[in-house]
């Protein structure tokens, strides 16, 4: 069965960085579209990167060039590099997979596969 598991999340004073990386068993990360989510407490779960089957990305506003999405494909992982972390990023941050190709970008519910999360705390 298909496995995502995150490691990487930590806490880190405002301005720093975190890399978060998600290894997928049973899965193959260029078969579909893969992505980031996060979480707060009593909010919705957020889409924030994407990476396409293609290596084409995208990102949600409010992270745009401070965090990047990258694969690696021979390690079968992708990896959320997060820069100049801000509180509002503190979160839950969740790896998703699609079952399709054609199954990509925002929306919780085009992924099939979740990982079980890990946190990010970012204090002032």
């Known amino acids: 069965q298909v496995q995502l598991v995150e490691s990487g999340g930590g806490s880190v004073q405002v301005g720093g960085s975190l890399r978060l990386s998600c290894i997928a068993s049973e899965y193959s990360v260029t078969s579909g579209c893969m992505a980031w989510f996060r979480q707060a407490p009593g909010k919705e779960r957020e889409g924030v990167a994407y990476i396409w089957p293609g290596g084409g990305t995208d990102y949600v506003d409010s992270v745009y060039r401070r965090f990047t999405i990258s694969r690696d494909n021979a390690k079968n992982t992708v990896n959320l590099e997060m820069n100049r972390l801000k509180p509002e990023d503190t979160a839950m941050y969740y790896c998703?997979?699609?079952?399709?190709?054609?199954?990509?970008?925002?929306?919780?519910?085009?992924?099939?596969?979740w990982g079980q999360g890990t946190q990010v705390t970012v204090s002032s």
């Open positions: 998703a997979a699609s079952a399709s190709k054609s199954l990509c970008g925002d929306g919780p519910g085009r992924y099939s596969y």
